[in-house]
């Protein structure tokens, strides 16, 4: 009952096979007998998450029952849930319980949906292996000594080791579909607009996209029809009709047109993962694809725009840390400037300092045109590549990850740490959707298969990745726990 | 050496939308500390900003009072700086692209005379909090209430030549944003202020002089001051051979001086960048059209009418046109009475200067436009003089009747008009007062006109003041001059 996928759980809490209250009893069981190791929760909500357990029986044995109510989950420790601990990883948040909640958690609220708690995560979503969080390093299930991947780390952990069907997660350059693909689990990073922000811990505000982390695309269909529309709190978020994700998850794939990106197949790429993915793109042939090579030639630029454009905003939106009204506050300041500056030395980590930095230098007077409007000017056509790309092919498939996960430690230099990004990062810039889905091993190590399409044709991306998922099984593969 | 003064205003106007320009919170003065200040205006993690459209449209209206171009694009930046008030560590304001282009303010001399003060933009920003250090020892508090009330910062060119030019602009922004029904104008609760750019130059010289900011004077007569001590400031120290620093300077009224707050290397950088958070600012033509049209006559226009349609002279049309209460009370008493001058006599004499002595504005007027119109009718139509109305607009102010006619018909103030009751009352007086009828025979044509004074002042007083003067006067002379 406790591995099912999130959407069998569903069809079995429907069916009357078990209730809300024996999952969540389960699932609260095995996160303390296997989290004290694995450090995927930041914060467990087992009071919280009884109660509505025990709501979501009642209304279920009341016959009024929704399709996902008693159906448990996590929250990445990013999403401010009210009266609940929300920290984004950062010791500045180490004391900051929310008086508000994110209109995700709301929405997944209203479904009946029954949090566990709040996952570990790269402090201020800002890493990619979640060594970056104040909280202590996230294992990866499948091998304890590599990391899960980041800056969602705790989600896709958490979803690994059996300890949640699902969790939701973040993305900015990466944040969901590299953990997924580290962890052997299925992330999709919805369009840009999709879904509401309004209360999520900016970190880039520009890039930032929620998205559900779990077995399957069909677990993710059903998460997305739960949070995606347009929210009046967020001006950025998109007013357009919200379809059922899950109606056409069993399309025929007959005549799908799939480009393989050159410049996501070159060097760098480890040829475990390579091949791992045109197997899976071989699948797809089987299922009656065709395949063609595209070009996204500002591919190369996405990196480096990314550093400029995602620190900018970040250091805007991370000075309301500040010591003044809510978060870590140094002891005894002498005057304000101390309070600043000490508050803020000490709150943050080196990797959020080290962004904050560079932002402030990049929108400074004299750099601005230099590196923000021209970083504005390359995102236009790293955008277009994608356009121009989808007017040849329906969707594109390559690698999520360049590797598979690391080993805890391993990458100690910052700008190869960047490079983990490398696939993902300019999806954000253009703002489309994608989705990482598990292709295979190398050794004991999950490998992603990253699928891209059009701004908001979730419901191809999701059709596309579930038919893999039919005939594969991938996804259901376990690391073995204890 | 002849000196010129240069003056740029940059003025802050509080619009008067009922929630701030990002967050639902109101915007209503005066309530406990931060008992109006939400999520968003905490700058909590995770909030976001929603344009409030009337911010939008109140900015926009004053942007087509000025004729000036409306882009069709304008983008909300991000101001950064740190300071304890300033909840998210950024101000949300325009900088490159803002609602308000360049236009045109024309302001009213002393002289009567007329000058054109371009206006370089106007943007829309939001306000921060307030830093309270009196009530705190060795703490201070920060009050949030006004954290995001919507400003309209207008920003002119440095076209005033005086500190008189400067106060008269600042009427004129004054005037036209409590016209167009955006701001309160209200400069002692804050939602007027403005910084003033001082520069002084050699006269016929060509370039600017090195400027110094003024920061947050609240008040015309401190606009007037600061610029007065400033220019001097700045003339001294030049006279005497040393060079303006470019810096802002803080107006002390206490002291009534100016002093240095920061220089310009001192001076923050910004780092404006667009808000990601907020979409660009699109505003089609029907929209601003529709704006247009909801547009109130504007004060120029105003003023021009009242001379034109109305025969009224400059001086009545600039004072009555100048402010909106004024010139709407003045219109409405106009109307029920039908004869524009007396209306204005009346509205600028008896009626002001009543409402000065008792420290009320014009929409604090015990006596309503209607009461006043109503008045005045009774003084136009003769049925009662100039002497009984001034009872009856006391009667007004006091409150003791609803309407003239009440206080006419009750205090039976009506004017005498019947010749023969009148001829009754004069035969009295005569009869009474022997002496002043044999001196007044006695007298010469030019000591009579003298004395008839004395027998229309019995008259008038034996009739309770009900006679008509004119009338009086007329028949008194008729029967004086007949014993004669």
């Given at each position: 009952?406790?591995?099912?996928?999130?959407?069998?759980?569903?069809?079995?809490?429907?069916?009357?096979?078990?209730?809300?209250?024996?999952?969540?009893?389960?699932?609260?069981?095995?996160?303390?007998?296997?989290?004290?190791?694995?450090?995927?929760?930041?914060?467990?909500?087992?009071?919280?998450?009884?109660?509505?357990?025990?709501?979501?029986?009642?209304?279920?044995?009341?016959?009024?029952?929704?399709?996902?109510?008693?159906?448990?989950?996590?929250?990445?420790?990013?999403?401010?849930?009210?009266?609940?601990?929300?920290?984004?990883?950062?010791?500045?948040?180490?004391?900051?319980?929310?008086?508000?909640?994110?209109?995700?958690?709301?929405?997944?609220?209203?479904?009946?949906?029954?949090?566990?708690?709040?996952?570990?995560?790269?402090?201020?979503?800002?890493?990619?292996?979640?060594?970056?969080?104040?909280?202590?390093?996230?294992?990866?299930?499948?091998?304890?000594?590599?990391?899960?991947?980041?800056?969602?780390?705790?989600?896709?952990?958490?979803?690994?080791?059996?300890?949640?069907?699902?969790?939701?997660?973040?993305?900015?350059?990466?944040?969901?579909?590299?953990?997924?693909?580290?962890?052997?689990?299925?992330?999709?990073?919805?369009?840009?607009?999709?879904?509401?922000?309004?209360?999520?811990?900016?970190?880039?505000?520009?890039?930032?996209?929620?998205?559900?982390?779990?077995?399957?695309?069909?677990?993710?269909?059903?998460?997305?029809?739960?949070?995606?529309?347009?929210?009046?709190?967020?001006?950025?978020?998109?007013?357009?009709?919200?379809?059922?994700?899950?109606?056409?998850?069993?399309?025929?794939?007959?005549?799908?047109?799939?480009?393989?990106?050159?410049?996501?197949?070159?060097?760098?790429?480890?040829?475990?993962?390579?091949?791992?993915?045109?197997?899976?793109?071989?699948?797809?042939?089987?299922?009656?694809?065709?395949?063609?090579?595209?070009?996204?030639?500002?591919?190369?630029?996405?990196?480096?725009t990314y550093y400029v454009i995602a620190p900018a905003e970040a250091s805007s939106n991370l000075s309301r840390y500040d010591g003044v009204r809510f978060g870590h506050r140094c002891a005894n300041p002498l005057d304000l400037e101390d309070l600043y500056k000490r508050s803020r030395a000490e709150g943050f980590g080196e990797e959020v300092k080290r962004r904050i930095l560079i932002g402030t230098h990049t929108l400074s007077e004299g750099f601005f045109d230099a590196y923000y409007r021209k970083a504005q000017q390359v995102r236009r056509l790293i955008r277009q590549d994608f356009l121009d790309a989808f007017d040849k092919v329906d969707v594109l498939m390559g690698p999520a990850a360049p590797t598979p996960a690391f080993a805890l430690g391993a990458q100690s230099d910052p700008v190869s740490m960047y490079l983990q990004d490398i696939y993902t990062i300019a999806i954000n810039l253009a703002g489309i959707p994608g989705i990482?889905?598990?292709?295979?091993?190398?050794?004991?190590?999950?490998?992603?298969?990253?699928?891209?399409?059009?701004?908001?044709?979730?419901?191809?991306?999701?059709?596309?990745?579930h038919a893999f998922q039919k005939v594969t099984d991938w996804h259901q593969r376990r690391p073995v726990q204890d | 050496m002849q000196w010129e003064t240069v003056i740029g205003l940059e003025v802050h106007v509080q619009l008067a939308t009922r929630s701030k320009i990002f967050s639902g919170a109101s915007t209503a003065f005066g309530a406990e500390p931060n008992t109006q200040a939400c999520a968003v205006d905490l700058g909590l993690p995770g909030v976001l900003p929603v344009l409030n459209e009337n911010a939008v449209a109140m900015a926009l209206r004053f942007g087509l009072a000025i004729d000036a171009e409306i882009p069709e694009v304008s983008v909300f930046e991000r101001k950064n700086y740190f300071y304890p008030d300033l909840p998210k560590g950024y101000q949300t304001s325009q900088m490159a692209q803002p609602i308000v282009g360049r236009g045109t303010v024309e302001i009213l001399l002393e002289d009567g005379s007329r000058k054109a003060i371009r206006i370089h933009h106007a943007h829309l920003e939001e306000d921060a909090g307030k830093s309270l250090h009196e009530d705190f020892i060795g703490m201070s508090g920060i009050d949030l209430n006004r954290a995001g009330t919507p400003l309209l910062e207008i920003v002119s060119e440095p076209d005033m030549r005086s500190a008189k030019e400067a106060s008269a602009y600042l009427r004129a922004i004054h005037t036209l944003v409590t016209y167009l029904g955006i701001s309160d104008g209200n400069m002692a609760e804050g939602s007027m202020r403005c910084d003033v750019n001082v520069s002084v130059r050699p006269k016929g010289q060509a370039a600017f002089g090195t400027r110094a900011e003024i920061k947050n004077v609240n008040s015309f007569r401190f606009v007037e001051r600061a610029i007065a001590f400033e220019v001097e400031?700045?003339?001294?120290?030049?006279?005497?051979?040393?060079?303006?620093?470019?810096?802002?300077?803080?107006?002390?009224?206490?002291?009534?001086?100016?002093?240095?707050?920061?220089t310009k290397e001192e001076a923050n950088d910004y780092r404006y960048f667009p808000c990601p958070d907020l979409l660009p600012l699109m505003l089609d033509s029907a929209y601003v059209d529709h704006q247009r049209s909801l547009l109130p006559e504007l004060p120029s226009a105003k003023r021009e009418r009242f001379i034109e349609q109305l025969g009224l002279s400059t001086y009545d049309a600039d004072i009555l046109a100048s402010d909106r209460d004024t010139a709407e009370y003045f219109e409405q008493v106009m109307a029920v009475c039908d004869d524009p001058k007396l209306a204005a006599n009346w509205v600028q004499g008896d009626l002001s200067a009543r409402l000065n002595r008792a420290g009320l504005s014009i929409g604090e007027s015990p006596v309503g436009a209607e009461q006043l119109g109503g008045l005045l009718k009774r003084i136009k139509d003769e049925t009662i003089n100039g002497k009984a109305a001034k009872q009856v607009f006391s009667d007004l102010w006091e409150r003791r009747f609803e309407n003239a006619d009440q206080v006419i018909e009750i205090k039976g103030l009506k004017q005498v008009t019947d010749s023969g009751a009148l001829a009754q009352v004069i035969d009295q007086v005569i009869e009474a007062n022997p002496v002043q009828v044999t001196q007044y025979r006695e007298a010469t044509e030019e000591k009579r006109g003298k004395m008839l004074g004395f027998f229309v002042g019995q008259v008038m007083k034996a009739s309770r003041g009900t006679a008509n003067p004119q009338q009086v006067n007329a028949l008194l002379k008729q029967k004086l001059d007949a014993l004669c």
């Open positions: 009952m406790l591995d099912l996928t999130f959407a069998e759980m569903a069809r079995g809490l429907a069916a009357g096979e078990f209730k809300s209250v024996e999952l969540v009893r389960g699932l609260l069981a095995r996160i303390e007998r296997l989290d004290p190791e694995i450090n995927s929760f930041v914060t467990v909500t087992r009071d919280q998450a009884l109660e509505r357990a025990e709501a979501a029986d009642a209304q279920r044995a009341r016959g009024e029952a929704g399709v996902l109510a008693g159906m448990p989950l996590a929250l990445k420790d990013i999403f401010c849930t009210e009266g609940v601990r929300t920290t984004a990883g950062s010791k500045m948040l180490g004391n900051f319980v929310a008086p508000y909640s994110a209109t995700v958690v709301e929405k997944l609220a209203a479904t009946g949906t029954v949090s566990l708690g709040k996952t570990n995560m790269d402090e201020f979503a800002m890493g990619s292996s979640n060594e970056n969080s104040h909280f202590g390093p996230v294992k990866n299930p499948w091998d304890h000594s590599l990391v899960p991947g980041g800056s969602s780390g705790g989600s896709a952990a958490a979803v690994a080791a059996g300890l949640v069907p699902a969790a939701m997660g973040t993305d900015t350059g990466g944040s969901i579909r590299q953990p997924a693909a580290f962890c052997g689990i299925t992330g999709l990073k919805p369009t840009y607009g999709r879904v509401s922000r309004y209360g999520i811990i900016a970190y880039a505000s520009s890039l930032d996209q929620a998205g559900p982390m779990a077995r399957s695309a069909e677990d993710c269909a059903l998460l997305l029809n739960a949070i995606a529309g347009h929210d009046p709190r967020d001006s950025t978020s998109v007013s357009r009709v919200v379809p059922d994700y899950t109606r056409d998850l069993d399309a025929p794939l007959d005549g799908l047109k799939i480009g393989l990106p050159t410049e996501y197949f070159g060097d760098g790429l480890d040829p475990g993962v390579e091949a791992a993915v045109r197997d899976a793109v071989k699948v797809y042939e089987s299922l009656g694809a065709r395949v063609v090579e595209v070009s996204l030639p500002h591919t190369d630029l996405a990196i480096p990482s889905v598990p292709a295979g091993f190398v050794g004991n190590r999950p490998v992603g298969l990253q699928i891209l399409a059009p701004h908001f044709a979730e419901a191809h991306l999701l059709n596309v990745a | 400031r700045q003339i001294d120290l030049l006279e005497e051979g040393g060079k303006v620093v470019q810096e802002t300077r803080l107006f002390d009224p206490e002291a009534d001086e100016t002093r240095s707050m920061r």
